[in-house]
């Protein structure tokens, strides 16, 4: 299985990371369980959740998918095997929110509590937090790599300011460095990193572990229109994507597909990889089918042709 070094934190992960906002919400446990057996059984080892996962769900309060992977470890006995990406900052209930010094001391132990393991391999700021000073969050989390809690950090949804801001604070202060970046991105979501973020994480050298990779769902083509997507549970995050762009979009995916005997899904994926500054893409599933064909992904090379066509279907402006 191809290996890619995670900027420059020592830690090598597979080209696919595993996403796992779903865990607690549109896949339960039994089926959770399923789908990480699955990633194991095909040779990836690499899993993204986050504390506040899948507080948006009915009944849910945040957490739920760290449990479900606290105790998938406990009963599998494999934390050894996996390289795992949680995230703080995101609010998980009154005063618990942001890159406190405090309060990242206390959602940290939450973590670990929940994730029944003694060590985080990327513990990553989910946004930025403004009020906090970077020193500030750098220094914990100094602590916490040097405590062994922690084994390298990263950033996501910061702006390029703020993560060269970041990335300045730690080289002055010779405090540890966010080594990944994790920001939207996908064939149809574009200049958002494409703008600015993508020079930053380059001139860095910082590992780029992209969300909403298949664009929730719409770039597997299995929504022509809105109201296909009308009774799933990701309808809101579908909404944007039916647009004449999107359409045309899923026509190239599709040709695409057809050429190299691949799924959308694949091809989606693999543009992605393809990228010189993307070290894995984060994608989610909510069985083992889906898992498989996520799977197929890190095995597709796609021909220079197929790159251009994909780049000129989705073009969009690009401003800065
Ligand atoms: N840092 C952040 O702020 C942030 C924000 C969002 C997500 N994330 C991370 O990124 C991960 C990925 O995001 P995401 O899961 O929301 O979106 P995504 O990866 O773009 O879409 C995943 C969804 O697409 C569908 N799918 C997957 N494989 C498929 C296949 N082979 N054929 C057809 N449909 C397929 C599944 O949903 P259905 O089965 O329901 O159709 C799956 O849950 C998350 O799990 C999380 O770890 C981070």
Known sequence: MKKRQLGHSGIEVPTLCLGGNVFGWTADEPRSFEVLDALLESGLNFVDTADVYSHWAPGNHGGESETIIGKWFKARGNRSQVILATKVGLPMGEGKQGLSRNYIRQAVEDSLQRLQTDYIDLYQSHRDDESTSQAETLGVYADLIREGKVRAIGASNFTAERLQSALEVSRKQNLPRYESLQPEYNLHDRVGYESALEAVCVKNGLGVIPYFSLASGFLSGKYRSAADAASRPRTEMLKKY?????????????????????????????????????????????????????????????????VEKLNQASAETVTA
Do not use: D
């Open 242 to 306: 039916f647009n004449e762009r999107g359409m045309r979009i899923l026509e190239s995916l599709g040709e695409v597909a057809r050429e190299l005997k691949a799924k959308p899904v694949q091809v989606a994926l693999a543009w992605l990889m393809a990228r010189p500054s993307i070290t894995a893409p984060i994608a989610s599933a909510t069985t083992v089918e889906q898992l498989h064909e996520l799977v197929g992904a890190t095995r597709l090379e796609l021909p220079h042709g197929a």
